[in-house]
Every structure is written in structure tokens, then in C-alpha cells.
């Protein structure tokens, strides 16, 4: 099994792709471009969100932590299934391009939130009360 440090980074950098591919792929949503459909568009987010997944769980397993034992942590879990809910409104779900557009906005912001919930061990907004 890899050791904690290696998990850390391995999922840091699956985040990173993640909302990276998730950002490149609104922007063709935006633009209209038949590269949404194309078969790696489609594939290769979901390779990428399982690792991420699997590399946070195993951190949590590691770390001794239940996601719900830690407010910032169950905050990252229910920010990551709205973050999916909002990506799949955003990409494929919207019925209208405005809702699509405002979907991506907002599911790219809480990205912005579950990272800040990770660095800061804390919940946006909620732990500077």
C-alpha cells in the first residue's frame, strides 16, 4: 500500500486534473464544440474521479478519520456528490444553455470550497465563525 505522503499527493494531483478536464470541457460545452463528445471527453473523467475517490478513501482509512467523525471532511463529501450533480447539469443534463452555464459556474466554485475545506481543514465561511 502507499504510504500517506504518497496518497496525499497522488489525490492532490488527480483534484487538479480533475477540475482541470472539468474546466476544459465547460469551455467546449460554451463554445459548442463536438470535442465534448469525443470518446476521451468521456472516458477519461471517470479514470481520473476514481482515483481521486479511491485515493480518498484510502487517505481517510490511513489518517483513522470517518468522513462524518470530521466536519470539514463530511463537508468534502457532500461538496464532491453536488460537485458531480452540477457537472452532469453543466455538460450534458442543462435543459437550456443558461442553466448549463450557471451549473458549471457553480460547480467549479465548490470545487473552489472543497479544496479550501482540505487546506484549511475547516468549512468555508462556516469556520471563520
Known sequence: ML????LKHLH???A???IAGFALRYAWMIAGSPRLQ???AKVLPHIVDTILLASAILLAVQAGIAPWSVGWLG???IGLIVYIVLGT???KRGRTRGVRIAAGAAAIALFG???WAARYKS???LGAL
Open 75 to 77: 463537508f468534502k463529501v
Open 113 to 115: 470550497a472543497i479544496v
Open 89 to 91: 447539469i453543466a455538460l
Open 12 to 14: 492532490a494531483t488527480a
Open 38 to 40: 469525443s470518446r476521451a
Open 3 to 6: 504510504d500517506y505522503t504518497t
Open 123 to 125: 468549512v468555508p465561511l
Open 16 to 18: 487538479t486534473i480533475s
